[in-house]
């Protein structure tokens, strides 16, 4: 993973959209997640949709990477003709269950706009409804092996498992929105190239992208219309 490359890519990122980093991770999975963050509202850029980062700290683009209260964090804010979401990173999010209360902290999460967070008796103990949640991105800085691959599909399978069962929700595709996503620094291990095929034949909509540090640094250079969150 090259650091140093990504890190340049998030400044620019940042600074087209009038700020800065509150400060940049080091460590290579916590670049991971602020990439993920970046990517995710470059895909709504790309499709027509304005970005505009949300609770500046002190003028600074602060990214939840950690445990902690959503308000306490920076966001981006997308809107495109009368739509608008909200784009948070590390965010709790209820079971789709009702019979459970399980709560499961995803990398990047897209919101309904109008969504309120719940608050439990956890000092940090934090979540939105699952009915809040339009999609989301796990990002791993792994080899997409077949075990990973299975469990992504659990993570979906609890929260959203409508995209197992070959629906969208109503208006998914009219407003551009991405599925549910798994992104890997490593490439498809040549046992799981088999089975992420087969996701496609059972109609599940989910996407696994790899070589993700690869695909960060694409980002600058490829036609400012493709999403860089497009299948392998």
């Given at each position: 993973?090259?650091?140093p ?5 998030l400044k620019?990122?940042i ?8 400060h940049?991770a ?14 995710a509202?470059t895909h ?6 304005g970005?505009?980062p949300k609770?500046?700290?002190?003028g600074r683009?602060r990214v939840?990477?950690k445990s902690?209260y959503?308000?306490n964090f920076?966001w981006?804010?997308v ?6 979401f909200?784009?948070h ?5 209820q079971?789709?269950y ?9 990398d990047v999460?897209?919101?309904k706009?109008d969504c ?6 956890g000092?940090?103990d ?6 809040a949640?339009v999609t989301f ?6 080899v997409a092996?077949?075990?990973?691959l299975a ?6 399978h609890?929260?959203?498992?409508r995209?197992l ?9 009219a407003?551009?929105h991405?599925?549910?996503s798994?992104i ?6 040549r046992?799981?190239g ?5 996701f496609?034949?059972r ?7 790899t070589n993700?540090d ?6 600058s250079?490829?036609d400012d ?5 497009a299948g392998d």
């Amino acid at each position: 993973m090259n650091v140093p490359s990504i890190q340049r890519e998030l400044k620019a990122f940042i600074r087209r959209h009038g700020t800065s980093f509150d400060h940049l991770a080091s460590a290579e999975t916590q670049i991971l997640e602020m990439s993920a963050l970046s990517v995710a509202a470059t895909h709504y850029e790309r499709h027509g949709y304005g970005i505009e980062p949300k609770n500046l700290i002190n003028g600074r683009f602060r990214v939840k990477l950690k445990s902690g209260y959503k308000d306490n964090f920076s966001w981006y804010r997308v809107s495109r003709d009368g739509l608008a979401f909200q784009i948070h990173a590390n965010l709790g999010v209820q079971s789709a269950y009702q019979f459970d209360t399980g709560i499961y902290v995803v990398d990047v999460a897209v919101v309904k706009d109008d969504c309120v967070a719940n608050r439990g008796p956890g000092k940090r103990d934090e979540w939105i409804s699952n009915g809040a949640l339009v999609t989301f991105l796990e990002a791993k800085k792994l080899v997409a092996f077949p075990m990973l691959l299975a469990q992504f599909v659990g993570i979906v399978h609890e929260i959203k498992p409508r995209f197992l069962l070959g629906r969208r929700p109503r208006g998914f595709i009219a407003a551009d929105h991405f599925d549910p996503s798994l992104i890997t620094v490593g490439h498809l291990a040549r046992t799981a190239g088999a089975i992420r095929r087969g996701f496609s034949d059972r109609r599940f909509r989910i996407r696994v992208v790899t070589n993700f540090d690869a695909k960060i640094s694409w980002l600058s250079r490829h036609d400012d219309s493709a999403s860089p969150l497009a299948g392998d």
